[in-house]
T-cell receptor
Framework: DQQVKQNSPSLSVQEGRISILNCDYT??????FLWYKKYPAEGPTFLIS?????DKNEDGRFTVFLNKSAKHLSLHIVPSQPGDSAVYFC????????????FGQGTRLTINP | EPEVTQTPSHQVTQMGQEVILRCVPI?????FYWYRQILGQKVEFLVS????????KSEIFDDQFSVERPDGSNFTLKIRSTKLEDSAMYFC????????????FGSGTRLTVV
C-alpha cells in the first residue's frame, strides 16, 4: 500500500545548484503535505509543509510545489549546500488536525563540492 | 531548542521477551506518537496519543503493543512478546497541535530482537 511514493532512492547534485526532490501520492483525501529531512542516527526533522489549498510554499532556500491534479509535489532546494546531504521524506495527512502521517520511502540527497 | 528524548538508543532483546521503549516528549506538547522504520523501509505510523488515550492506531499496533503516559513527562511503548520482525528503529514524536504543523521526532531507539 504505497499511498506516498518517492521514486528516486538517491539524487546527487553539485554544491550551489538546485536540488529537486519529487513525491507522488495516490490518496485524493490527502490535503496536507510535509517534507522531513533525516541525518544518520537522528530522527526526522520537519522542514516545510503545504496545504492543498496552495500550490507553493517558500521558506528560505526551500520551496515546496504542489500539483493537485497530478497528485505530485516537489521540494526545491536552492542553492544546495553540503549540509543538505541527508535523506528526505515526503509525508501526507488526510485532514486538518490529523494525527497520522503517511511517509514515502525517502530520497538520499548527496551534495558534491 | 526543546528536544524529544528517547532511551535507550539501542536495545537488544531475546524473542518472546517484553521490552519498554521510553520517551520524554517536549513539555508543552499535547500529542504524542510512535513510529517505526524497519531497515531499508519507510517510516510507518504506529499510534497517536492525546488526552491520556489512544486517538488513532495502525494495523501494525496489535495486542502485543501498548502505550502509556505513566506520569507527566514520560511516554512509553511496550511490546509484550517480541518477534524477530519487531526489529526496527522506533521513533517517538510530539506536537503541539497535531500532525500538519510538523512533529518533533526523537533520535530513535534501535530495537534488535535475536
Amino acid at each position: 500500500d504505497q499511498q506516498v511514493k518517492q521514486n528516486s532512492p538517491s539524487l546527487s547534485v553539485q554544491e550551489g545548484r538546485i536540488s529537486i526532490l519529487n513525491c507522488d501520492y495516490t490518496n485524493s483525501m490527502f490535503d496536507y503535505f510535509l517534507w522531513y529531512k533525516k541525518y544518520p542516527a537522528e530522527g526526522p526533522t520537519f522542514l516545510i509543509s503545504i496545504s492543498s489549498i496552495k500550490d507553493k510554499n517558500e521558506d528560505g532556500r526551500f520551496t515546496v510545489f504542489l500539483n493537485k491534479s497530478a497528485k505530485h509535489l516537489s521540494l526545491h532546494i536552492v542553492p544546495s549546500q553540503p549540509g543538505d546531504s541527508a535523506v528526505y521524506f515526503c509525508a501526507a495527512s488526510a485532514y486538518q488536525g490529523a494525527q497520522k502521517l503517511v511517509f514515502g520511502q525517502g530520497t538520499r540527497l548527496t551534495i558534491n563540492p | 531548542e526543546p528536544e524529544v528524548t528517547q532511551t535507550p538508543s539501542h536495545q537488544v532483546t531475546q524473542m518472546g521477551q517484553e521490552v519498554i521503549l521510553r520517551c520524554v516528549p517536549i513539555s508543552n506538547h499535547l500529542y504524542f506518537y510512535w513510529y517505526r522504520q524497519i531497515l531499508g523501509q519507510k517510516v510507518e505510523f504506529l499510534v497517536s496519543f492525546y488526552n491520556n488515550e489512544i486517538s488513532e492506531k495502525s494495523e501494525i499496533f496489535d495486542d502485543q503493543f501498548s502505550v502509556e503516559r505513566p506520569d507527566g513527562s514520560n511516554f512509553t511503548l511496550k511490546i509484550r512478546s517480541t518477534k524477530l520482525e519487531d526489529s526496527a528503529m522506533y521513533f517517538c514524536a510530539s506536537s503541539e497541535v497535531g500532525a500538519n504543523y510538523g512533529y518533533t521526532f526523537g533520535s530513535g531507539t534501535r530495537l534488535t530482537v535475536v
